[in-house]
């Protein structure tokens, strides 16, 4: 193997004895490889010589532990000046791989770990891919998540060699695919185990196989006459999870495969466009944004903070249950703590359901249920690196276990609640290292919400914090740092809208009104159902904590239903009726009129307490509160976070808006002191 000498900053090029080319991708100064313009510049360059210094063949790798090429470099979207200078962005882009394409040898990828986006469309412009069978291989088009589709010629390439439907898939869900899924589906040639990728792509160079191309009825989906059937299928799916006027890209994803898939030439032209039209509108600003928030909110947690192997769960409800459960998944060893047998037994197989959704295989669900360890009698406490206390919500109990805790935990563990309504300085009474307790407060569902809340009490040491927040990182959640007052950050920004859906319903504006204003405003799900979903009697006492507290008053048909039993799901009534766990409509609602202000009723309450909380601090700043309400709440996200909402539509304009309503419905719309702050 000769190396050639080192004039590329981000690749590295080597001629084994085969004169077979080896490009190894190596940004520099960064722990993964993207597709940034320079990268791409010298990509074009190393291509072009090999015009006159034609080798074999060529094999693209990696050389970042992480993976192969983890997309286009997402700073770059932020720079563009307009619509022109993304689609000259996106176009030189496509000259580059289309280079690639262009080149008359065996051309393969070798992929491990990340192959996203831009990474995948490079890999598509060669001949072959090999990928690791490795689960961390992971193959995807995830653009759309950033309000954009593929642009470097994904959309051209990616149909023939899947057929349409698999294609559309993955465009459209952005969900990426491990390396036997890939292979299954036509998107790799082999998946094959790690130590056997680089003599896989020798012998694919040397001898080279046909290449792959859908066949049959899958290259039939991409006919023009199969077309306008499959797209309108297409349409009905993504208009399920998404509005157009929301979420402009999957639509015009499909437009411009159902326009121009049988002209390649033109369709790379068309792309370009589409991207740049979409990167330069507000739902993918915003998105980006938000991206750039997570990123954010990552770095808060720094895993070297602490070194973490055992957690142990005390309590396992629905929350220490599926805590344990996800802390499990993520490879921790879990000791999880209740006193009934039943309820230990009822989390394993909740665990089992989950792995089998997410891992699949059956030796990664066998090793994430080894790894949790009912414990009935807390045997697993004095190992643990992180305690976490999710009991009933109750000060004595909580004190009392505490308590006796204390004297067997180790000496550095972390001691966290969940609890979501005490404060912290309460608790801690009855510690005698009271600094060390910290709150961890996640979000129900665990395994759907990213975000957990870092509670810091008036006692709470830094040190606490800070290995809290690196905690998360360890189980792959977002950390955000709040102050310890009622509701914290989400709860808080959560209870008046819910509460003003209830009194909207109280008023006798049916529910499913009231939840499809929240839809069209963007909320993934709307409050009356998500109310029901929670529980009513959670919900209510959330509510009372809070009105206390914050001077908000808890509607009479909260506490009427919860005295009913009606306590939403779980109980098959609240609001709704379920059967089966499936909500069913009550009433015809297509002839009624709803009134004018109801999504302003709503969400201008939400707006207001997320501007109160940041004027007391609840969160540090702006953006972090953006990223936690997000995150947290799933508050629209092609909106880039209310804060953000609140700029583009102008304060004044809110603050009167708020004003107003507070002369009709009275002093719960008095706009927040925030509002006349910078
Ligand atoms: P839950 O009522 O479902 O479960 C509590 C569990 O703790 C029960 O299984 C009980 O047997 C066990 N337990 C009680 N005392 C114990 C003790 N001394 N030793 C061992 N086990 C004991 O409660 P849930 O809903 O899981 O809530 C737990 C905590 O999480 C509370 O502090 C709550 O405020 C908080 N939280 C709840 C959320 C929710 O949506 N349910 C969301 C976020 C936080």
Redesign the pocket.
């Known amino acids: 193997m000769t190396a050639q000498k080192p004039e590329y900053q981000h690749w590295r090029l080597e001629r084994d004895e085969h004169d077979i080319a080896w490009l190894y991708a190596d940004k520099a100064n960064a722990a993964a490889n993207n597709l940034s313009k320079a990268v791409l510049e010298e990509l074009y360059d190393i291509l072009s010589r090999f015009k006159d210094d034609r080798p074999q063949g060529l094999v693209i790798l990696s050389a970042k532990a992480s993976g192969f090429i983890a997309g286009a470099d997402i700073n770059e979207f932020t720079t563009l000046s307009g619509q022109k200078d993304a689609e000259d962005l996106i176009g030189r882009g496509q000259a580059v791989l289309d280079r690639l394409a262009a080149l008359d040898m065996p051309t393969v990828a070798l992929i491990h770990g990340f192959c996203l986006g831009g990474g995948l469309e490079l890999a598509l412009a060669c001949r072959y891919r090999i990928a690791d069978e490795a689960p961390k291989t992971k193959l995807g088009l995830p653009e759309v998540n950033l309000g954009i589709h593929p642009g470097f010629g994904g959309t051209v390439r990616l149909p023939p060699l899947m057929g349409a439907p698999a294609a559309m898939d993955m465009m459209l869900g952005g969900r990426p695919l491990s390396a036997r899924a890939a292979e299954k589906l036509g998107l790799v040639d082999y998946a094959v185990p790690a130590r056997h990728l680089k003599v896989a792509a020798r012998e694919t160079v040397l001898r080279p196989p046909p290449r792959k191309q859908a066949t049959g009825w899958k290259a039939w989906t991409n006919h023009k006459l199969a077309q306008p059937l499959l797209a309108r299928y297409l349409e009905k799916q993504v208009a399920k999870r998404a509005r157009k006027d929301h979420y402009p890209a999957p639509y015009a994803l499909i437009d411009l495969w159902k326009a121009h898939m049988d002209d390649p030439r033109r369709m790379m032209r068309e792309e370009a466009a589409s991207v740049a039209r979409l990167v330069m509108g507000e739902t993918a600003q915003s998105l980006v944004r938000v991206f750039f928030l997570q990123e954010r909110m990552k770095s808060l947690g720094d895993k070297k903070e602490i070194d973490v192997k055992h957690v142990h769960v005390?309590?396992?409800?629905?929350?220490?249950?599926d805590i344990a459960a996800w802390c499990a998944m993520r490879g921790l060893r879990v000791t999880l703590?209740?006193?009934?047998h039943e309820?230990l037994a009822r989390v394993m197989k909740r665990a089992h359901d989950l792995y089998k959704k997410r891992l699949k295989q059956p030796r990664d669900i066998q090793a994430a249920m080894d790894r949790l360890i009912p414990d009935i009698h807390g045997a697993g406490l004095p190992k643990a690196d992180v305690v976490i206390e999710?009991?009933?919500?109750d000060v004595d109990?909580?004190q009392?276990?505490y308590k006796e805790i204390e004297p067997k935990l180790k000496k550095d563990a972390v001691l966290a609640?969940?609890?979501?309504?005490?404060p912290l300085e309460t608790l801690c009474k009855s510690l005698s290292r009271p600094s060390r307790l910290v709150g961890l407060?996640?979000?129900?569902p665990v395994a759907k919400m990213q975000l957990v809340e870092i509670v810091k009490g008036a006692q709470t040491a830094d040190k606490a914090v800070k290995q809290a927040a690196a905690f998360c990182r360890h189980i792959d959640r977002l950390p955000l740092p709040v102050k310890s007052a009622p509701g914290f950050l989400v709860n808080r920004v959560l209870m008046p809208y819910l509460l003003e859906a209830v009194t909207l319903e109280e008023e006798g504006v049916p529910a499913a009104v009231i939840d499809q204003a929240a839809l069209e405003f963007g909320m993934p799900m709307g409050p009356i159902e998500l109310a029901d979903t929670?529980?009513l009697d959670?919900c209510l006492s959330v509510a009372r904590i809070l009105s206390q507290q914050l001077d908000m008053p808890v509607p009479g048909r909260l506490e009427q239903l919860v005295n009913a039993g009606r306590l939403g799901r779980k109980s098959g009534e609240g609001f709704y009726r379920y059967e089966n766990g499936k909500k069913v409509y009550r009433g015809e609602t297509k002839d009624y009129a709803a009134p004018a202000d109801i999504t302003d009723r709503m969400m201008l309450r939400f707006l207001n307490e997320t501007v109160a909380c940041l004027r007391e601090g609840i969160v540090d700043e702006a953006d972090l509160l953006d990223g936690g309400v997000i995150f947290g709440t799933g508050f629209a996200p092609f909106r880039g976070g209310p804060m953000r909402y609140i700029d583009k539509i102008g304060r004044e304009q809110l603050r009167h808006k708020l004003e107003t309503l507070e002369l009709k419905y009275g002093p719960r719309f008095r706009p927040d002191a925030g509002w006349s702050q910078a």
């Open positions: 005390i309590g396992g409800g629905v929350m220490g249950g703590q209740d006193r009934s309820t999710a009991i009933f919500e109990a909580k009392a276990l609640t969940n609890t979501s309504s005490i407060h996640f979000f129900n929670v529980g959670i």
